[in-house]
Structure formats: structure tokens, C-alpha cells
């Protein structure tokens, strides 16, 4: 069978690799195969080691392509928010042909020249998204092409990762004996199924919650503004469980899967659960309240971390609230929770398709639906970052959270020229929910006019 009309999106997760396979129809998408593979060599949402990597790749292909009744060549893949680094960009070129119409060439051109900056020899392009061209001054110009203009000037955004997590991914695709028509990062392809229009229209936070990692992405205007990093997720939770009781990882993980709760002031205080302890013949019986306690904890602590980088840039005055989704989503009642820290509205994202229900298929479904939702500009672009050899040389590195366990990536604003003695005091810093939407946009507009 024919996979041209096919679209096949790639998660690669820190506990299993997920497989989702597409077709496109009529401007329909439906999914017609799934496939999951637990993970190995994957840490914390990255590859550290290929080999490993590659082979469950291709067990999570195989079972795809059994169910979809295809031969799989080409994948969507999803590169993790990791220090990512946003940044604007902009190009300039004389139109080439003697004609003075604008060809396809002349707009990988205009492309090329945006992207040549001073990028450091450890990072790379992944993603360029034009936001407008202008022709002899008139902007606002979404596709050039066939127009007669003597300058054409592009304006877009510039989304670089480290150079290791894009070239561990593309090594261990190749070697599954796969090829990567689209890299597209994490939030961006969530924010095409988890968010409705409105929302990425006026602004909401998507809150990814893996196994290895939390991801706090900001997306306003349908772009993609900030996101934070926290290093722990639904893995840190089993291994609270498991250190605290006394049991195997594994034990602790069925514990988790099938008793857990996010809040323990609304678990069942009169339900006992039987707890095999390690050296000890008989289990343990503990209440469903006392293992929802050491859940409720972790993820206090995860999204009180969350909390500071989000309130900074005026995020959680967006219309849009937070959307939950990714694995440790489906905890029951982590939506009072997420409620309680960030006091916002919340909601929890779980796919609808048959085969599909559950959060942690959510980034899968947003691959391939990013890719059959790109426009021929949209093409153009990544295949001219796919192609693209970037101009090596120094830059400022991205900023990186003194914490160790968070990390927030965002297009740099300028510095504030702002002494110790001014610094503000909590209640300053924690402005009225009426005056946080203007500081958001304030915050931003320097960066998306």
C-alpha cells in the first residue's frame, strides 16, 4: 500500500515509544494503526543510548505497521523541550529571476538568510516558522510566491535545541532504518490537538506530565513563547512510592497505576490496600489515603516549581488556564490539585479515538496532525532546516534556572536595569489577576509584534 497519503508521528518518551499512524483524506484525519514499545535507552524525555533506542524503535514500528497494514518509511518525530532557545529571525534578499517573480527558490533563499546567525557549534536548528514576507515594503504577505517584487524580506521564529538530544534522535531513527521528514518540538505538536482555537488564539498553558520529565509550555497567538522544565515527573512518584513502602519499582508502579490519587483528602479512607515489603513474608496493608498522601506530595512539589517562571511572565492571567496532559495526567483528581497550586481554570487533554484513549498518546496525535496541517510555506521551511548547514560561531547561551531540577527556555528580553535595593517585595511581585494580562503582553510583545 501506497504511504504517500500516510502521516506516521514518532514519541519517543522515557518509558515507552509511541507509534501513531495517519491518513489524510479530504482534509480528514483518521488514525488507522498504534504502536507502543517500551523504552530503552531514553533518560528524562533523551536518547543516551542510540542503540537501544533503535531497537525499540523498531519493535514500536513493527506493531504500527501490523495494525495500519503499511510498510512505514517516514516519521514525524518529536524533539524534547530541553533547553530549548527561542529566537526571532529575519532576511533579506534580491529576487533573483530576470522576470522579478518570485519562485520557490527565491523563498528558500529569504529562508536561508534568516537563519544565518551566529548560532554556538553546540546547538541546532530544529524548527522555522515564518510569520510574514514583504515585497517592496508591502508585509503582512503570507506566501510570495508569483508576485513581482525587486526585495524580498522575511520575518519568522527560530527554535534551536542542543545540538546531542536532535543528533542522538536522528542517529537512532536512521538506524531503525527510518527517515525523518519533519522534527517538530513537543509543545508545538500538542498545542495542534490539546488546545481549541481560542485558546491557542488568546492564550493558554499546556502542562505535558511524562514519566522522566514536566513540561510547562506557553502558547499565545498560536505561537509557541515559553517553556519550563522541570525534571521530574510520573518516574519520581513510583520511586517515592516504592522508597517510602518498602516495595519494588514494579510493585510500586501497579500501586500507582491502579490505586492512585492525586489528592488524599478525596481518596478512600476506609480502603485498605495489601503491600508485598521487601524481606518480609506477609504484606502490608496501607490505607488508598496514606499512598495518595506520597503522590499528592511529588506533584505539590512539581508544580509549585512550575509556578515561579509561569507567574513571571504573566502566563497564568491567560484566558485559556492550563490544559493537563501526557501519562501522569490520568492521575484522578490531579485537575483539584493543579487547581489549588496555580489557581487557575484546569482541564485534563485525553485523545478520543478508538485505541488512543489516554493522555499519554497525546503527543503521537499532535505529530501527526502537525504534519498534515502544514501549508506548502510551512514545507519549504523544513526543508530548508533539514538541508540547511547553519553558520557556526559564538552566542549568548540560553538561560538555564539555578535549580537543578528546572530549567526555563525563552526568547531573551533585555536585561532590567534593576538594583538590589529595588528589587520587589512579595506583594508587589504577585500583581492583581486584572493587571496580569497586560504585564503578559507587555512581556511579549518586544518579541511577536
Not at 529566537?87 to 517573480?101: F, H, L, R, T, Y
Not at 533563499?109 to 544565518?116: F, T, Y
Not at 538530544?165 to 509543545?187: E, M, R, Y
Not at 537543578?404 to 532590567?416: T, V, Y
Request: aromatic share 6%; hydrophobic share 40%.
Amino acid at each position: 500500500m501506497d504511504n504517500s497519503e500516510f502521516f506516521v508521528g514518532l514519541d519517543i518518551g522515557t518509558n515507552s515509544i509511541k507509534v501513531v499512524v495517519a491518513e489524510s483524506s479530504d482534509d480528514r484525519l483518521s488514525i488507522v494503526g498504534v504502536g507502543s514499545e517500551r523504552s530503552e535507552g531514553v533518560s528524562r524525555g533523551v536518547i543516551v543510548d542510540i542503540d537501544k533506542a533503535a531497537s525499540a524503535i523498531k519493535r514500536a514500528i513493527k506493531k504500527a505497521e501490523t495494525q495500519a497494514n503499511i510498510s512505514i518509511r517516514d516519521v514525524v518525530v518529536g524533539i524534547s523541550a530541553n533547553m530549548l532557545q527561542i529566537d526571532k529571525c529575519q532576511g533579506m534578499i534580491a529576487v533573483g529571476s530576470q522576470s522579478k517573480e518570485i519562485n520557490e527558490n527565491d523563498v528558500r533563499q529569504v529562508m536561508l538568510a534568516a537563519m544565518v546567525q551566529n548560532l554556538p557549534s553546540e546547538r541546532e536548528v530544529v524548527s522555522l516558522i515564518p510569520k510574514q514576507f514583504s515585497v517592496d515594503g508591502f508585509n503582512n504577505i503570507r506566501d510570495p510566491r508569483g508576485m513581482i517584487g525587486v526585495r524580498l524580506e522575511m520575518s519568522g521564529v527560530l527554535y534551536t535545541a542542543p545540538k546531542t538530544i536532535v543528533h542522538n534522535t536522528k542517529k537512532a531513527i536512521q538506524k531503525a532504518g527510518l527517515n525523518i521528514i519533519h522534527k517538530v518540538i513537543s509543545p508545538m505538536a500538542l498545542s495542534q490537538v490539546v488546545l481549541n482555537d481560542g485558546e491557542s488564539d488568546f492564550g493558554a498553558v499546556i502542562i505535558d506530565m511524562g514519566a522522566g520529565q514536566t513540561t510547562a509550555s506557553v502558547v499565545h497567538d498560536h505561537n509557541l513563547k515559553l517553556s519550563t522544565v522541570d525534571f521530574e515527573g510520573g518516574d519520581y512518584v513510583t520511586h517515592d512510592i516504592s522508597v517510602v513502602l518498602n516495595t519494588t519499582v514494579e510493585n510500586a508502579n501497579q500501586l500507582k497505576l491502579y490505586y492512585g490519587n492525586a489528592s488524599a483528602d478525596k481518596s478512600a479512607t476506609d480502603e485498605n490496600i495489601s503491600v508485598e515489603v521487601v524481606g518480609k513474608n506477609d504484606p502490608t496493608m496501607i490505607s488508598e489515603e496514606y499512598l495518595s498522601e506520597i503522590i499528592e506530595a511529588r506533584l505539590n512539589q512539581i508544580f509549585t516549581r512550575l509556578q515561579a517562571p509561569l507567574e513571571d511572565a504573566g502566563a497564568l492571567s491567560l484566558p485559556g488556564g492550563i490544559v493537563l496532559t501526557g501519562g501522569v495526567a490520568a492521575t484522578p483528581n490531579v485537575e483539584d490539585l493543579a487547581k489549588k497550586i496555580f489557581d487557575v481554570k484546569v482541564r485534563s487533554y485525553v485523545p478520543t479515538q478508538m485505541g488512543m484513549r489516554y493522555p499519554s498518546y497525546s503527543l503521537g496525535l499532535g505529530l501527526v496532525t502537525y504534519a498534515s496541517r502544514l501549508n506548502d510555506i510551512g514545507v519549504i521551511a523544513d526543508n530548508v532546516v533539514n538541508g540547511a548547514t547553519i553558520e557556526q560561531g559564538s552566542r549568548p547561551q540560553p538561560q538555564v534556572a539555578s535549580e537543578p531540577q528546572k530549567q526555563q527556555q525563552f526568547e531573551q528580553p533585555e536585561p532590567m536595569d534593576q538594583t538590589q535595593e529595588d528589587q520587589p517585595t512579595e506583594a508587589e511581585t504577585k500583581p492583581e489577576k486584572g493587571k496580569k494580562m497586560s504585564k503578559f503582553k507587555d512581556f511579549w510583545s518586544k518579541f511577536f509584534d
